[in-house]
């Protein structure tokens, strides 16, 4: 009978009563704070302004040089190297080789 006591209430009351808690706990966790909000601004700020400044740069550059972006890059054949004839399994790395100017 004493244990019954102490069941009952706890089943009718402690046990809806976490629930809900929790459940309330789980609302106001998935809703974005006004803190939240402003960096997100923030960041969305910043990244427009550095995503500029590239635009910014890489018009610079274009003008001085046309080929600019072709320079700095090696094809795929010259940087991969077929070693089949000698047996070797290995394929060297893809560090682009230097070039001489």
Do not use: C
Request: net charge negative; proline share 5%; no cysteine.
């Amino acid at each position: 009978m004493g244990e019954e006591i102490f069941i009952v209430p706890v089943v009718l009351i402690g046990l809806p009563w976490l629930i809900f808690h929790y459940i309330t706990k789980w609302k106001t966790a998935k809703t974005i704070t006004t803190q939240d909000e402003d960096l997100l601004d923030e960041l969305y700020e910043l990244a427009r302004r550095l995503d500029d400044r590239m635009n910014t740069i890489e018009r610079i550059v274009q003008a001085d040089n046309p080929n600019w972006r072709s320079i700095g890059r090696d094809p795929v054949e010259s940087v991969l190297e077929d070693r089949t004839e000698r047996g070797e399994e290995f394929v060297r790395s893809n560090r682009p080789a230097r070039r001489t100017r």
